[in-house]
């Protein structure tokens, strides 16, 4: 079936601009993941949605940052006047259920670069 | 705080070798850890996780608790095996199992 889909695969965009990165879990999974994976660092956690609600938003690195997943489903990364650190690629990963620990399913990434 | 740590950025060895990925975490609850896999343009994929005692690819790792140590590990190492491997922690008092990762192991086997 179809896994984890993350468009667009690759952003470029100017300081200060805003970027949105979509992600579509898997059909039926609950529990929506954010990582951000630096280059040459392990993944680093973001924000987890159990439905449509943010269950635990403590990795967001600041108030530029924020995701939304209005109908449980497909989730929107927002990043507000983008900065150079902010370039890293964006993972995205989906759960069953969030009590059956680690089954997370990866999407592609989007890679983003601000220049 | 919970974190993950793979000692080795690069681990080279020959075809058939023996080859041992170490990976330390620090945990104040009951951990729950995994490796992950990415290989050449694929996505991250679970390799294995400790409760399930099984081997995947020819890959074992086993939950040493008393090291706080999960190291994988397989006799006879296969060019295909060569990927970057993420050591990673949950557990029952984390937030909707959210995982730490380590910061990779970048496995090369050799002809």
């Known amino acids: 079936g179809a896994g984890v889909s993350q468009t667009p695969s690759n952003k470029v965009t100017e300081k200060g601009k805003y970027v949105e990165l979509r992600c579509d879990p898997i059909?039926?999974?609950?529990?929506l993941y954010w990582y951000r994976q630096s280059l040459g660092q392990g993944p680093e956690f973001l924000i987890y949605?159990?439905?449509?609600?943010?269950?635990?938003d403590s990795g967001l690195p600041n108030d530029r940052f924020f995701a939304v997943r209005p109908e449980g489903s497909v989730s929107t990364l927002k990043i507000q006047r983008t900065e150079r650190g902010d370039s890293a690629v964006y993972l995205c990963?989906?759960?069953?259920?969030?009590?059956?620990?680690?089954?997370?399913?990866f999407g592609p990434g989007t890679r983003l670069t601000v220049t | 705080a919970q974190r993950v740590t793979q000692p080795e950025k690069l681990l080279s060895v020959f075809k058939g070798a023996p080859v041992e990925l170490k990976c330390n975490y620090s945990?104040?609850?009951?951990?729950?850890l995994f490796w992950y896999v990415q290989y050449s343009r694929q996505r991250l994929q679970l390799l294995l996780r400790?409760?399930s005692r099984e081997s995947i690819k020819g890959f074992t790792a086993d939950l040493n608790k008393g090291e706080t140590s999960f190291h994988l590990k397989k006799p006879f190492a296969q060019e295909e095996d060569s990927a970057m491997y993420y050591c990673?922690?949950?557990?029952?008092?984390?937030?909707?199992?959210?995982?730490?990762f380590g910061e990779g192991t970048q496995l090369t086997v050799n002809p």
């Open positions: 949605f159990q439905g449509t609600g943010a269950a635990d």
């Open positions: 990673a922690l949950s557990g029952l008092e984390t937030s909707g199992s959210r995982l730490t």
């Open positions: 990963a989906s759960s069953l259920n969030p009590g059956q620990i680690g089954e997370q399913y």
């Open positions: 945990y104040s609850g009951s951990p729950e």
């Open positions: 400790h409760i």
């Open positions: 059909s039926g999974h609950t529990a």
